[in-house]
């Protein structure tokens, strides 16, 4: 039981230093959230900076969650998911059973924790899913609109273009018979 706990832990502590795109998801602008020290202790190594992306003209949101929350790092020293999966593996390894319940109701307020960090990702993806479908109807309206403009029913202009020319041509030839050089034009 011990080892698969150290195992769990370990498996965390990666997908704590999870990165996208070259930078993490949970350290703020720092390279990883976590770092692990002598002893194979965790401890955090973000700067709690927030991430912020521009989902629409008026919508930004922040596109990454502080592991000093998340993994209980703000709890106090010792209170971390992490030291408290290494106090239930040495529990384990020693038969301390009250260790063991000690290390259980720390991590359920850890979980708790971890909770609250997915509803934060929960409502970001709901906002970020919204400005999605505004902006995916906005040009859908568009392009509808531009259909309107742009898409002329042929015969109706043709008729017109014809209509047109024909009125050109004969304002061009009632204007070229009205202006005729009479007798009195050359004798002057």
Known sequence: ??????????????????????????????????????????????????????????ITVAVNVDAKDVFGFSAGAGQDVF?????????????????????????????????KGLSQVGAVTNRVEVAQSTGSAALQDLATRRSDVEDVDLADAVVKLSSAQAGYTAALGAASRANLPSLADFLR
Do not use: C, K, M
């Not at 039981?1 to 930078?23: F, I, K, P, W, Y």
């Not at 040495?90 to 059973?97: C, D, E, I, V």
């Open 83 to 115: 030291s408290q999966l290494t106090d239930l593996a040495a529990a384990a390894r020693s038969g301390n059973t009250a260790a063991a319940a000690t290390a259980q109701t720390t991590l359920e307020a850890r979980h708790s924790d971890i909770l």
């Open 1 to 58: 039981v011990a080892s698969e706990v150290d195992q769990l832990r370990d498996q965390l502590r990666d997908l704590g230093n999870t990165t996208h795109l070259g930078r993490s998801l949970f350290g703020g602008f720092a390279q990883s959230a976590l770092a692990t020290g002598a002893g194979g202790v965790v401890s955090y190594a973000g700067d709690g900076g927030q991430v912020q992306r521009q989902v629409s003209p008026t």
